[in-house]
């Protein structure tokens, strides 16, 4: 499985995926990946030049930013996190909670769902609240983004799958566990009662692609994860059965939703070639 992978990041993944999964698999160093995420850092300290694919532009923008903190923990670099939360600091509202999508995003392509906006958004907010609680860094737009998403996700009445996913994210790694457990275990009885996990049924959330849904994995991507409580033995076990069966002819895995301009195919299913690896990893399925 991990070979067939390898042939495919070979045929289709940046340098970036390729020095992660140098470093994730074959014992390869961690500094070239930090290199690779900083080529798309800028001088404000956020990141753009579509280090998230489905935004092409070189502005700095809080998902690009969010992906570049997620790298930096998966190879333990916290020391370059700071001065992405100064540009955090400078994007966010007075409740601490930052935009989707910054005004400077429509100057270049970018996905029909990078929404601009000024508004606090839950998903963005909690991603980034969550990446930076898993570095263990502290700053004071981190202590007013954190109260922000416990406001927001205690009182969450309805959601969709993403913003579900991205609550998980802060819950999973904010410091005060007792009360993430307690909120999990809620948001866990919601996303179940609001159809927003795939549990083999194959049906799309309202308002998204067909086939774009969230699996059991997309929550549960660790056995660790506060998610994992949510479902059965059995529902993870048939739904890791149908991940390891997903991988391609060509070695990689693919995503669920629209490609909107042809070099995101790649670039994305290199990502999640990754990502499905390092499940499966999690569970046991593969050394």
Not at 136 to 152: Q, Y
Not at 249 to 276: L, N
């Amino acid at each position: 499985m991990i070979e067939r992978a390898r042939t495919f990041l070979w045929h289709h993944a940046r340098v970036l995926e390729q020095r992660r999964f140098a470093f994730l698999f074959d014992g390869g160093p961690a500094e070239p990946v930090v290199a690779a995420v900083l080529a798309h850092r800028n001088a404000d300290g956020g990141y753009g030049h579509a280090l998230e694919p489905d935004g092409r532009g070189p502005s700095s923008q809080p998902l690009h930013t969010r992906t570049a903190l997620e790298l930096f923990a998966e190879v333990g670099a916290p020391e370059h996190a700071l001065p992405a939360c100064d540009f955090l600091a400078s994007a966010a509202n007075p409740d601490g909670g930052v935009p989707n999508a910054l005004g400077t995003a429509a100057e270049h392509p970018r996905a029909p769902w990078w929404v601009i906006g000024e508004g606090s958004d839950l998903l963005m907010t909690g991603l980034l609240a969550g990446a930076l609680h898993r570095l263990g860094v502290e700053h004071p737009w981190l202590d007013r983004a954190t109260e922000f998403c416990w406001d927001r996700v205690e009182n969450l009445t309805k959601s969709h799958p993403y913003e579900a996913n991205a609550c998980l994210v802060f819950l999973d790694h904010v410091p005060d566990r007792p009360r993430a457990e307690r909120a999990a275990a809620w948001l866990g009885e919601l996303v179940r009662e609001q159809g927003l996990v795939d549990l083999g049924e194959g049906r799309a959330h309202e308002g998204y692609a067909a086939g774009e849904t969230h699996k059991p994995h997309d929550y549960a991507s660790r056995p660790d994860s506060l998610a994992r409580r949510w479902f059965t033995d059995e529902e993870m076990t048939r739904d890791l059965d149908a991940l390891v069966a997903a991988q391609r002819e060509d070695g990689g895995w693919t995503f669920p939703w629209p490609v909107w301009t042809p070099v995101v195919e790649h670039e994305w299913r290199s990502i999640v070639t990754i990502e499905a690896l390092l499940t499966l990893r999690a569970y046991g399925r593969i050394s």
